[in-house]
């Protein structure tokens, strides 16, 4: 399944949802109503190992993408990302991230570009952001993490902001047309803050699909930004 194209930034942060918080049992009801608003929705893979929680794969990757009808981005929470990245590349990700701690990331970042996908590079809380400094050349997107991977629901760590300040100080300075991206306890509140520091693309997950109408949310949330 070739993936979507994803959009080029428009100087508004591209709003991403993340299915993490989804209702499962009616996927294709959930998604189709954000079609015209997301920029892309993410699906968060969790493998045990990386993080404490195990989440999904390619399977319900595949079945994202078709119910979204939207370019979808594979965050892989996962130790070993090398060993899936051709499994999602199948299930019509066009967007692979990776962190930066887990095992073998230049060489994921390669496979995945080697794929004809964008990659991407997420940093753990605790991570500073000059681990990005060696992958600049090579990724599509840069993810700060704003809560510690795992988990959707999770209250936004305000600390994080100068990370994300210093990530776009970066990618500037370097010159390479690199997403930065959010993701964590992002809500009407915490959007406004990030997009603030610089974040050009916003996961939502739980915020999103905790209201009565999704939809709403983020048209309310794109006027805020
Ligand atoms: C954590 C996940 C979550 C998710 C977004 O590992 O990456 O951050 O995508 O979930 P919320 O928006 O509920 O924090």
Redesign the pocket.
């Known amino acids: 399944m070739s993936p979507a194209r994803f959009p080029v930034p428009d100087g508004r942060a591209a709003l991403v949802p993340?299915v993490?918080?989804a209702d499962f049992c009616c996927l294709r009801r959930s998604l189709a109503p954000l079609r015209r608003l997301a920029s892309w929705v993410?699906v968060?893979v969790m493998d045990g190992r990386f993080?404490p929680n195990i989440s999904f794969g390619p399977a319900i990757t595949a079945f994202v993408a078709r119910a979204s009808g939207l370019p979808v981005d594979a965050?892989l929470?996962v130790e070993e990302p090398g060993k899936f990245l051709d499994a999602f590349a199948g299930a019509g990700a066009g967007l692979i991230t990776v962190h930066a701690e887990a095992r073998g990331a230049a060489k994921c970042l390669r496979r995945i570009k080697a794929l004809g996908l964008k990659a991407g590079l997420a940093l753990r809380p605790k991570t500073p952001v000059k681990a990005l400094v060696p992958f600049l050349g090579l990724i599509d997107l840069a993810l700060v993490m704003t809560?510690e991977?795992?988990?959707?629901?999770?209250a936004f760590m305000p600390a994080m902001l100068p990370k994300v300040f210093a990530a776009r100080e970066l990618i500037a300075r370097s010159g390479r047309r690199v997403w930065l991206q959010v993701?964590?306890?992002?809500n009407a509140e915490t959007a406004v803050l990030a997009a603030g520091a610089g974040a050009d693309s916003l996961?939502?997950?739980?915020?999103l699909f905790k209201v009565p109408s999704p939809a709403g949310f983020l048209r309310a949330l794109k006027r805020e930004l």
């Open positions: 993340s993490l918080s993410q968060d993080v965050h929470m809560v991977p795992g988990f959707g629901g999770q993701d964590g306890g992002i996961v939502v997950g739980s915020a």
